[in-house]
């Protein structure tokens, strides 16, 4: 699938973002770059907590960040993430909670970008991600 130019550059902020991982326990760093409607850049990081359950993942960082900024549009994000001290190896995809939270927010059609390299890169949308996925619609 292809990417924007904007999108390509989330890769670049993505490794920004998890330079300020807090992952004192994993040691596992994650970093999320998201994209708003308005080509507004959030940055998020994973915060662990000694109880463990506690922990914020990267992408609902940057998710919460935005919404709490008031922003509740999204084109994309992208996903990196390493252990402490070594290179980026593997793709870092979202967990399940992370995907859906990105369905409170985001279109089916909304691009989750993750990279091992700038270059080195895959794209899905969040309906192959999360397809079939609970909603308000449900609920209604
Ligand atoms: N983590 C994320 O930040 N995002 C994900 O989608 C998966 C997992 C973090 C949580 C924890 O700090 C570390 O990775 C190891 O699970």
Known sequence: MDISKEEKELI?????AAKKAYSPYSHFCVGAALLTAENGIYL??????????????AERTAIFKAVS??????????????????????????CGICRQVMSEFCEPDFKIIVAKTQDDYKV?????????SFGADNIK
């Open 12 to 16: 670049k902020w993505a490794f920004i």
């Open 44 to 57: 998020g990081c994973n915060i662990e907590n000694s109880s463990y359950g506690a922990t914020n993942c």
């Open 69 to 94: 900024d008031g922003i509740k549009s999204f084109k994309a994000i992208a996903v990196v993430g390493y252990l402490e001290g070594n290179e980026s190896t593997d793709y870092a995809y979202p």
């Open 124 to 132: 899905f949308t969040l309906s192959e991600l999360l397809p079939q």
